[in-house]
């Protein structure tokens, strides 16, 4: 019960540390390493061309990611998949093409504090019912 108790304190608390500002939405996208040879494109194209959004991306032993931060509106993962990217050839391919899996973090983070809360609800509650059933 006290590593559950920790880990949700330590889920929690990088919550936190990875809302910044409240105002924007968050997107991570992952891409496969052989399928960006295969269109000709690299990272640093993708990024190059959302100089208007706040853009980080990661490599290494996994797969590659890039997380897109767009101002609050109506944007989803849909919308931000038809976004345009020109490979090396100049040929226009749609975000949702090149990347494997698209991920909505604002509203993820969001269904998870919610879960989280629920969570704890619960357990307060059964310590409740422990509590009342002893003399």
Do not use: W
Request: hydrophobic content about 40%; glycine content about 4%; overall charge positive.
């Amino acid at each position: 019960m006290k590593k559950l108790g920790s880990l949700v304190i330590c889920f929690l608390m990088s919550l936190a540390v990875m809302a910044e500002d409240g105002d924007s939405k968050k997107f991570l996208f992952l891409f496969n390493k052989k399928e960006l040879k295969e269109h000709k494109i690299s990272m640093k194209d993708i990024e190059s061309q959302f100089a208007a959004f706040k853009t980080k991306t990661y490599g290494g032993n996994s797969e590659l990611a890039l997380i897109l931060e767009t101002p609050k509106g109506n944007f989803d993962e849909c919308f931000v998949g038809q976004f345009l990217v020109r490979n090396r050839e100049n040929i226009n391919l749609k975000l949702e093409e090149l990347a494997f899996r698209m991920v909505d973090m604002t509203e993820t983070k969001q269904i998870t504090n919610a879960l989280l809360a629920a969570y704890e609800e619960s357990l307060q509650a059964k310590k409740a019912e422990r509590k009342a059933e002893k003399p």
